[in-house]
């Protein structure tokens, strides 16, 4: 019976999922691509002189502010492929990095980790009780998480950190923060650091370069960046590869077809959403041990951010990570390197504008290709015409990015056909 419904769910599925005319990725054209990025990286830093495009600095800290969008995208993408939009990533991870802070003090970082996941998930409980159950609207029930969340966590260290007379307040903690908590290890490759690093001094064209980059990731990285990069691959496993998997996404694509096949879909939908907010409070809980304790207003918007990854990632974990990465390595780049480093990705952003208008002309669009050709150009006038960037636009950056992706690839994205949409059980009979 079980071999049957799944076989029959993998069915319905692949309906579903038909690619239209798109032919996917192999593997040799995706190393293509990164190989070709790789060198236009180098010669803009060789042509602008802006040589933290390819430091190891750069793409070391790039790795650590992606890792909670990409964490939240990654929640984000369970709750919705199982038919439930999850709004509130940002409420779950400020309540991860409350828990993180408030354990983290007492206990050390890897149970301040362990706070964080619990925290997420017991707001992805009430968002599951809230939107399945009870058939509240999703983006309502996002909505009222963020605000609960951001209520609970500045009542809760007002009371808890910032308490007279409290162990919190005798140890460093106030009304805003946690008291600080212990470093948590880093992991290096033995023998690599050093080699890549005297390369990289160097500058040698592309040598350096790719020195640079694979050092920022293999050098000084947090344990719990390599326990976030192990559950991208096992979400993928999961949910692509497991029958259980199959059964959740047939719920975010037709609820009532995987009923009349056997699937309890409130069950999925909880489990899914439940995990979903496990992810971004460890989402959270990372910016709390980066930082060595939970501070007021610590997420900053990141899971919004998530959200705009697992959308732009095309709801697979994958192309999640690849969005947290460019999200990342922006906000990274607007924090260490400021207005010369932006000012030199202006000519980078120019370059490939005039590749999609080529690549638009020649699919017969020439209305688009137009209009990017002249954006490339004005870019390109913008560049030789300055020397750098101003600040207020180095800080919004990562938000510009966040709307350019989305606008550039909305009408190539599939979301599953029944996210969002309200489910009451039985409603197929």
Known sequence: MSTTVTSSLADRLRGANKPEGRRRLSYPVVMLILAGGLILLAALRALTGANDLTSSGQY???????????????????????????????????????????????????????????????????????????????????????????????????????????????????????????????????????????????????????????????????????????????????????????RLRSCGESPVAAESLGVNVYTYKYAAVVVSGALAGLG????????????????????????????????????????????GFMDSLQLRSGGPTVHALLLLVAVLLLGLALWRFRGGKLKPAVVSAVIAALLIVWYAASKSVPLELVESTPYLVTLLVLALFSQRLRMPKADGKPYRKGQGK
């Not at 969008?69 to 929640?75: F, K, Q, R, S």
């Not at 709750?79 to 309540?95: H, K, P, Q, Y």
């Open 284 to 327: 959270g809980a990372f910016l709390a041990i980066g930082t060595h304790m939970y501070s007021d207003g610590q997420t900053g918007g990141r899971g919004y951010i998530g959200l705009a990854t697992m959308i732009s990632g095309n709801w697979r974990p994958g192309g999640v990570a690849m969005s947290a990465g460019l999200f």
């Open 60 to 246: 070391g800290s790039a790795l650590a502010a992606a890792v909670p969008i990409g964490l939240a995208g990654l929640g984000g993408l369970w709750a919705e492929r199982s038919g439930v939009v999850n709004i509130g990533l940002e409420g779950m991870m400020m309540l991860g990095s409350f828990g993180a802070g408030w354990m983290g003090w007492q206990h050390g970082p890897w149970v301040a980790a362990l706070a964080g996941v619990i925290g997420g998930a017991l707001g992805g409980l009430l968002h599951a009780v809230a939107t399945v159950t009870f058939g509240v609207d999703h983006i309502i029930s996002g909505v009222a998480m963020n605000i609960l969340a951001l209520g609970v966590t500045q009542y809760a260290a007002k009371t808890l950190f910032g308490g007279q007379g409290s162990a919190a307040l005798a140890a460093g903690g106030n009304d805003k923060q946690s008291p600080p908590m212990a470093d948590m290890s880093n992991f290096s490759i033995p023998g690599l650091d050093d080699w890549l690093q005297s390369l990289e001094k160097h500058h040698w064209f592309l040598v350096s370069d790719a020195a640079g980059i694979l050092r920022g990731f293999t050098s000084q990285v947090s344990w719990l960046t390599i326990v976030a990069a192990a559950l991208f691959v096992v979400t993928f496993f999961v949910l692509w590869r497991t029958s259980f998997g199959l």
